[in-house]
């Protein structure tokens, strides 16, 4: 029987551990000084705006861990000792371990703007912040977001529903240029300016202001435009929270470097989740996943090997979902803001605004590698069977109807979108322009 211990109680960690109960009788350790039992941390902003409650977002109850014999320590590591096979703990407690999952998830960027360490300016990923963000907001009327993505959209719905007046910073020309397609981004931000957001547009910060108090008063763009506020989210992305291990043996880039069976450059330790580098990224794939669905495929699949069933990762399809606002975002496949030399795309967009199908198949052989849903939610397992199976563009269409995730209560919109893809098949170049879209 062997001592496991994974730092970290996230997605990954909890994943990991709960699959190694249920194939061995090793001994489970997770060690987290951020909770004392695991949280569903895409559910933080709902506790935030009072529709749950800390107990509510426990996917299992307390007894759960005891029952399984998954001994939970509150507290911090410090400093991993590889050479002998221990944790030193800053309440000076040690802990060794025979086999080591780091799981130790991300932490936001700041990148040295004056006054980024005053208070009332911070990020949100996890239980801490947003126990710090109840404090900062506290009797506030304006806020500053800086950065998009969808922890920048979250936090913005956040603060709105406290009668906060948000403005937002953008780098670049469009809302999650760097993910989007430009006309699926371009929606995103007439949504978020309908839903009262100051949405400003290749806007970067350049200070920080801050009153006699050391608080925050205001901040100032590279064009030298003040703006006030007493609050300011950083949400320019995230990094692998791996600090602790500088002085280590471990082999760390931006993550912590691993090959496809999450094995680190030190035997029996081992890294998963947002954490976690592949040497060689999955193909189409990046070498850092920072998504919830993948942190738990990587705890499912490095289980299989710690209970000795050595077993390399298969990312399958890339796939991720939010919402902005109310408005619902789904990919599927490799869609990229530029379209493909070698691709081909159908563009539905609704005469609403509010909702677009975007479908990239290949021009070769019309095998369909990506779906872009904005507005419409399909179902997961129809169009992951797509991608994985190579379906053509002619198959995805005649199939829609499967796809469409709850047509009760949903439109349907087939018909439409079957007639934007006969209308591209028309040999004039203008119609095709049009009825494409451009990207």
């Known amino acids: 029987m062997k001592n496991i211990v994974i730092i970290g109680n996230g997605i990954s960690g909890v994943t990991a551990a709960r699959h190694i109960r249920k194939r061995s009788d090793h001994s489970i350790t997770i060690i987290s000084a951020e909770s004392d039992h695991f949280y569903s941390r895409t559910a933080l902003m709902y506790i ?8 509510h977002t426990k996917p299992y109850e307390d007894r759960f861990w005891e029952k399984n014999r998954i001994t939970l320590l509150r ?44 208070q009332g300016v911070q990020g949100l990923i996890n239980l801490q912040d947003l126990e710090l963000m109840e404090q900062n907001t506290k009797g506030i009327r304006k806020a500053v977001i800086v950065g998009g993505g ?39 931000n007439r949504h978020i300016r309908e839903h ?8 970067e910060l350049q200070a920080i202001k801050a009153g006699p108090d050391q608080k925050v008063t205001g901040i100032v763009t590279t064009a030298g435009e ?27 880039d931006t993550g912590i470097l691993v090959n496809k069976y999450f094995e680190t450059n030190i035997p029996e330790v081992y890294a998963i989740g947002d954490c976690a580098q592949f040497e060689e990224a999955p193909a189409g794939r990046r070498k850092i996943e920072q998504v919830w669905y993948t942190g738990r495929m990587h705890g499912e699949t490095l289980a299989l090997t710690i209970c000795g069933n050595k077993t390399a990762y298969n990312s399958g399809p890339w796939f991720n979902s939010a919402k902005f606002f109310n408005l619902e975002y789904q990919v599927y496949g490799q869609v990229q803001p530029r379209e493909a030399e070698d691709g081909e795309h159908l563009y539905w967009e609704h005469e609403s605004g509010q909702k677009a199908v975007r479908i990239i198949y290949r021009k070769a052989d019309g095998v369909v590698t990506g779906i872009n849903l904005l507005g419409i939610r399909y179902r997961h397992e ?38 934007e893809y006969k209308g591209t098949l028309q040999p004039q170049v203008k119609k095709r322009k049009k009825l494409f879209g451009l990207f």
């Open 150 to 188: 969808l922890i920048g959209i979250e936090m913005a719905e956040m603060l709105q529903t406290r009668n906060v007046h948000v403005t937002m910073l953008i780098r670049e020309g469009n809302y999650w240029a760097n993910v989007l397609p430009a006309p699926e981004a371009r929606m995103v």
């Open 75 to 118: 507290d911090y590591v410090e400093k991993v000792d590889t050479d002998q096979k221990r944790l030193l703990l800053r309440t000076g407690k040690v802990q060794p371990y025979d086999v080591l999952i780091l799981a130790v998830g991300s932490t936001y960027n700041r990148f040295g703007w004056p006054g980024q360490d005053l």
């Open 48 to 55: 935030f705006m009072g529709h749950m409650r800390y107990e």
């Open 226 to 252: 003040e703006i006030e506020c007493q609050f300011v989210g950083l949400t320019i992305g995230v990094r692998p929270n791996i600090f602790f291990l500088e002085g280590s043996k471990i082999k760390t």
């Open 382 to 419: 129809v169009c992951d069977r797509w991608l994985q199976s190579n379906a053509t563009i002619q198959q995805v269409l005649s199939e829609l109807k499967a796809a469409n995730f709850d047509p009760e209560f949903y439109r349907k919109h087939e018909g439409e979108i079957m007639s």
């Open 196 to 203: 009262g957001v100051d949405l400003r547009l290749a806007t």
